[in-house]
C-alpha cells in the first residue's frame, strides 16, 4: 500500500503487478535489514514509474521535474525527495530488447549472443528491480535526509546504493552474469600499477573499475 506503481506496455510484459509489488516489500525490507534502520513509511507512498521507451522516460522527466531535468535525464534511473511536501519518487528506464552495445558486451563476457537474447526477460527484470532497490536506497532516512544532494564521494552514499542494487540483482537470477564482472574487474584492477582507494574514491570520473568490483568482491 505505500508504492503508487506505473509501468508502461513494455514493462508489463516483462513483470506483472502481483510480482513486482510483492518484490518491492521484500526489497524495501532487506534495505532496511542491510542499512540496520526501520523505514517507517507509514501512510507515506513512494511514487515508482517504469519505462521502458527512453522518449517516455525522458517526457516524464521534464514534466514532472523541469527544473532539474537537465540533470535527471544523464541517467536511466533517478529518485527525487520534493523538500517541501516530501514527496518520493523513483523514475526508471530499462530497455527491453539488446542493444548492439549489450550484444558486445555479451561477447566481452564470453556468452553466446543467442543465449543473451534468450535472456533478455529474465535480465530486463532483474534490471528493473535492481534499479529499484538502488534509486529506494537513495530515499532510507539512514543517509540523513540528504535527498537530492550528492555526497562528497562515491563511497559515501552512492556505492552503499550500488552494493543495494547489484545484491538484489544477482539474487534476481544474474548471477553468472556478475560472475563475469568480477572476472574482468579483477583483471583491470590488477593491470593498474597503484591502487589508492582513498584517492580514487573522491574521483567519480575515474571509478569505474572499483565500481564494477565492489559489489562482488564485498559479497565474496
Known amino acids: 500500500e505505500n508504492f503508487d506503481i506505473f509501468r508502461d506496455k513494455g514493462i508489463e510484459g516483462i513483470i506483472g503487478k502481483e510480482d513486482l509489488e510483492v518484490n518491492l516489500s521484500k526489497i524495501k525490507e ?3 535489514n542491510i542499512l540496520g534502520q526501520k523505514q517507517d513509511l507509514g501512510k507515506g507512498k ?3 514509474h517504469l519505462f521502458s521507451d527512453r522518449s517516455e522516460y525522458e517526457k516524464f522527466l521534464k514534466q514532472k521535474f523541469p527544473n532539474r531535468f537537465e540533470a535527471y535525464v544523464k541517467d536511466n534511473a533517478i529518485f527525487d525527495q520534493n523538500p517541501q511536501t516530501l514527496e518520493k519518487t523513483i523514475a526508471n528506464y530499462t530497455p527491453t530488447m539488446l542493444s548492439e552495445q549489450d550484444r558486445q558486451k555479451a561477447r566481452e563476457y564470453g556468452m553466446d549472443v543467442k543465449d543473451a537474447e534468450g535472456m533478455v526477460t529474465q535480465i530486463a527484470r532483474a534490471n528493473i ?3 529499484v532497490a ?8 539512514f543517509f540523513g535526509g540528504v535527498g537530492n ?4 564521494t562515491k563511497w ?3 556505492m552503499v546504493c550500488e552494493f543495494v542494487g547489484e545484491k538484489v540483482r544477482t539474487q534476481q537470477g544474474n548471477q553468472e552474469f556478475r560472475q563475469k564482472i568480477f572476472e574482468q574487474a579483477q583483471h583491470q584492477l590488477e593491470g593498474q600499477n597503484e591502487l589508492d582507494l582513498e584517492k580514487d574514491g573522491n574521483n567519480w570520473e575515474k571509478f569505474d573499475a572499483y565500481e564494477r568490483f565492489f559489489y562482488p568482491y564485498l559479497e565474496k
Open 134 to 141: 538502488h534509486e529506494m536506497t537513495h530515499l532510507h532516512p
Open 46 to 48: 513512494i511514487n515508482i
Open 149 to 152: 544532494v550528492a555526497s562528497p
Open 129 to 131: 528491480l535492481s534499479g
Open 156 to 158: 559515501e552514499q552512492e
Open 30 to 32: 532487506q534495505i532496511d
